[in-house]
């Protein structure tokens, strides 16, 4: 085994070459995020190189979904094979091309479309996503009303939104609650506790005794459901 670089656009990139009985050249980059050739003992050195060369924009964007699984971070690719969560629950993500469609059947989602690029197909699904989270955030708002009905609260209207940091907030003033698109990715009782949360709010503005005895009340168990929701159901998408 020896170690050798190529340069791509000024960036050096490391390589093991592992001489050995293989057709032609193979090339990987394994889970420490070391990059590995094999090559038969027949290929020159001059051609691994130019072979490396010609696989560094794909080896770079594996390096980074490396790095992003060494700090925890779902990879943020929208690929074949991808973990995508919906409702509480991992699928496996299947493309092919074709009219606009999306299906779930058993543990898989298959998405039909005509886009090639990652971004265009995930626009794409999370526009699709963000139709089921209409029906679906209504549904749960359905369960959930009753509680808080009794406290003179009005029943507020839905806006979504693909947000980075807050699952849900809400306007006393329009009467309007906003949540996080990224809940479609949890369970419902996890949801059940945001769409809560948000209620309550509307007779108590600020996390006081007075708000969180009323959550309690109406949700003994919401503080697990919390915790559920921080910890689980990131896909990067
Ligand atoms: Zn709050």
Known sequence: MSTHTVQYNGLELEFELIRKDVKFVNLRVNKHGEVVVSASKKVPFSVIEEFVES???????HLAEIEKLRQNLPPSGFY???TLY???RPYCLVTSRGPSEIQIQGDKI???SKSTTQNA???EYLLWLKNQAKIKFEEIMNQIYPLV???????????IRNMKTLWGSCTTGGNTIRLNLQLMKASEDCI???VL???????YKNHGQGFYTLLSLLMPDWKVRKSKLESKFKDGV
């Open 55 to 61: 696989k560094t924009p794909w080896i770079i964007t």
């Open 80 to 82: 074949d094979g991808k």
């Open 86 to 88: 919906f409702l509480g």
């Open 110 to 112: 298959y998405m039909f």
């Open 121 to 123: 197909l995930r626009d």
């Open 149 to 159: 009905a009794p406290y003179g609260i009005l029943r507020p209207t839905i806006q």
């Open 192 to 194: 059940e506790q945001v």
């Open 197 to 203: 949360h948000e209620l309550v709010h509307f007779r």
